[in-house]
């Protein structure tokens, strides 16, 4: 396997690895998770050069922070830490926002406890709240950056104005988004926004929750636990569609020889230097499937090819259930 280029996000500095690994799912939502094998793969992760590990309060709650932090512990230099704030938990499974300065400040140090480390690389506000203003917030973020406890700052599923109005109060670096092949909604407007402030993009998702790499299932096959069980895309007609959508990247591959997720991940990466996709997974197969898309080149007709088969109204059904869609920043 060739060497994990690096990447820059935003133009304050922050390099990392060209493919990070997200670590949700070691957690939370895509079924029972293994500390053991978690833990393997994020130090194979070190090993093949990803540097960018993405975790968050929210995801467990709180566990998948302890299990990153345990993980990292002893490599801490190595690697780039990126969390998130912006949810009040109180035990239920009721999703309230909440990025009061004061709460900010609190998730910080929690934060930091849990991760076993001095300073978070990348703190990110987890979702938009309208009830505070994006001034307010930031003003609390870069505080923690003057105190050193944070070094970048980011946010997640925010909107054109929501972006400018945080860069104009200290400058953002990353913007974490859904983007790839299978949702498209970010090109209109956000990425030449991006473009236009220097802001990385870190897209989450990028494998479409395992359309893109052919191994989706239907909802009802996924236990209640898992997050795919109510996706809209994977209901019903949707899924027919989308599975029918999705087959031209497998038929790609297998002229690439390469695997249907590492031509989705090419694509992500060949469509901006800035961007820096996260897959997740808790397996180190998957793990190092996914860090050898760095390596599949894709050229200009490739890449026009997958844009008019894979359009941005290629896929059927929200991306979302209502609930969780009012918490995107549009």
């Known amino acids: 396997m060739t060497e994990l280029p690096t990447r820059r996000l935003g133009s304050q500095g922050l390099e990392v690895g060209g493919v990070g690994l997200g670590c949700m799912g070691m957690s939370q939502f895509y079924g029972p998770g293994d500390d053991r094998e978690s833990i393997a793969t ?51 499974d009721r999703v309230a926002l909440d990025s009061r300065p004061e709460h900010i400040r609190d998730v910080a140090e929690a ?23 994006i001034e307010d917030v930031v003003g609390a973020m870069s505080d923690l950056v003057r105190e050193g406890k944070v070094l970048y700052l980011g ?30 909604n970010l090109e209109a407007r956000i990425i030449p926004l991006l473009r236009e402030l220097g802001i990385g993009l870190v897209p989450f998702s990028p494998l479409g929750r395992g359309f893109l790499t052919g191994t989706a299932k239907r909802a009802e096959e996924y236990p209640e636990s898992d997050y795919r069980h109510r996706d809209p895309r994977f209901q019903g007609a949707n899924f027919e ?21 590492q031509i989705a991940l090419a694509w992500l990466l060949h469509k901006g230097s800035g961007f820096v996709p996260i897959p997740g997974t808790k397996r180190r197969t998957y793990l190092e499937e996914n860090v050898a898309a760095a390596s599949v080149e894709l050229d200009g007709q490739a890449m026009a090819h997958l844009d008019a ?5 290629a896929v059927a059904g929200e991306r979302y259930r209502p609930e969780q869609m009012a918490l ?3």
């Open 309 to 313: 088969v894979l359009p941005p109204d």
């Open 111 to 133: 934060s930091l406890r849990r991760l076993r480390t001095d300073r978070i690389d990348l703190f990110y506000q987890h979702r938009v709240d309208p009830a505070v203003p």
């Open 328 to 330: 995107v920043d549009r």
């Open 42 to 92: 994020i130090h194979r992760a070190i090993d093949l050069g990803v540097t960018l590990f993405d975790t968050a309060e929210v995801y467990g709650p709180f566990a998948n922070e302890k299990l990153v932090g345990k993980a990292l512990e002893g490599r801490r230099d190595r690697v780039v830490i990126a969390t998130k704030f912006g949810f009040r938990i109180d035990g239920s």
């Open 155 to 184: 946010l997640s599923e925010a909107g054109e104005n929501t972006i400018r109005r945080a860069h104009a109060v200290h400058p953002i670096s990353a913007l974490q988004s859904e983007y790839s092949l299978w949702e498209r």
């Open 241 to 261: 569609a989308n599975m029918a959508a999705a087959s031209v990247v497998g038929e790609i591959a297998a002229r690439k020889q390469a695997t249907p997720g």
